[in-house]
Nanobody
């Protein structure tokens, strides 16, 4: 059993930055693959970014590549999503996800544990 607790999101103006964090408990963080997904109003949940156990491998959706950075601090059992150059299209509820084993990292069905989600709103 793994519990994921996400930081509070926020309201940001277009072009601004925001960092989300997700703290994991219930299992050794080092052994978890971590990912971020988001779901906008009226949209399906979509992949944002993922990171391997060691942090040596990352993967991003094309829509956020070059703007978002995923990282992890295993000593703090925490994964981060640094979001820069935010656009109104980034407005969504952001979910932290984790799994012991992940085959296709961008597939939400590969993840076993989920946070409650945090709202990020980007104004024009």
């Amino acid at each position: 059993q793994v519990q994921l607790v996400e930081s509070v999101g926020g309201l940001v103006q277009a072009g601004g930055s925001l960092r989300l964090s997700c703290a994991a408990s219930g299992r050794t963080f080092r052994r978890l693959y971590m990912g971020w997904f988001r779901q906008g109003s009226g949209k399906e949940r979509e992949f944002v970014a993922a990171i391997s156990w060691s942090g040596g491998n990352t993967n991003y959706a094309d829509s956020v590549k070059g703007r978002f950075t995923i990282s992890r601090d295993n000593a703090k059992n925490t994964v981060y999503l640094q979001m820069n150059s935010l656009k109104p299209e980034d407005t969504a509820v952001y979910y932290c996800a984790a799994s012991v084993v992940v085959g296709r990292r961008e597939d939400s069905r590969e993840y076993d544990y989920w946070g409650q989600g945090t709202q990020v709103t980007v104004s024009s």
